[in-house]
């Protein structure tokens, strides 16, 4: 929402970090589509023993995802909440 709010009145500073937001947001919908794997998965378990194998290592793919992959967006999005300008601050000279 905050930048959403900034992008009306200073869009340059709000999309400083657009990229490093984009990812966040991606992380955040590929949780959403292993949690509605993992319980059609759990449904799978519980209602065909033949695949309950298969089921299983798809409710480990998304046990792996959430401990490993989604905590890794906390920073970014700790920073994009600070509005940190680092990137948009580098001078096309000092390169």
């Known amino acids: ?5 900034l992008l ?8 400083a970090n657009a990229s490093v937001y984009l990812d966040a947001f991606g992380r955040i919908v590929a949780a959403w589509i292993w949690l ?3 319980l059609a998965a759990e449904r799978g378990v519980a ?3 033949a695949d309950a194998d ?6 480990q793919a998304a046990r ?3 401990r490993w992959e989604l905590p890794r967006i906390e920073p970014v999005l ?4 600070r509005l940190d300008q680092t990137t948009s ?3 096309e000279a000092w390169f």
Do not use: C, H, I
């Not at 929402?1 to 709010?5: N, P, R």
């Not at 700790?78 to 909440?81: I, Q, T």
């Open 1 to 5: 929402m905050q930048l959403a709010t």
């Open 8 to 15: 009306a009145t200073e869009p340059d500073r709000a999309l």
């Open 36 to 38: 509605k794997q993992a």
């Open 47 to 49: 209602n065909s023993p």
């Open 54 to 59: 298969f089921y299983r290592g798809k409710l």
């Open 64 to 66: 792996f995802f959430f």
């Open 78 to 81: 700790a920073a994009l909440e």
């Open 89 to 91: 601050q580098m001078q």
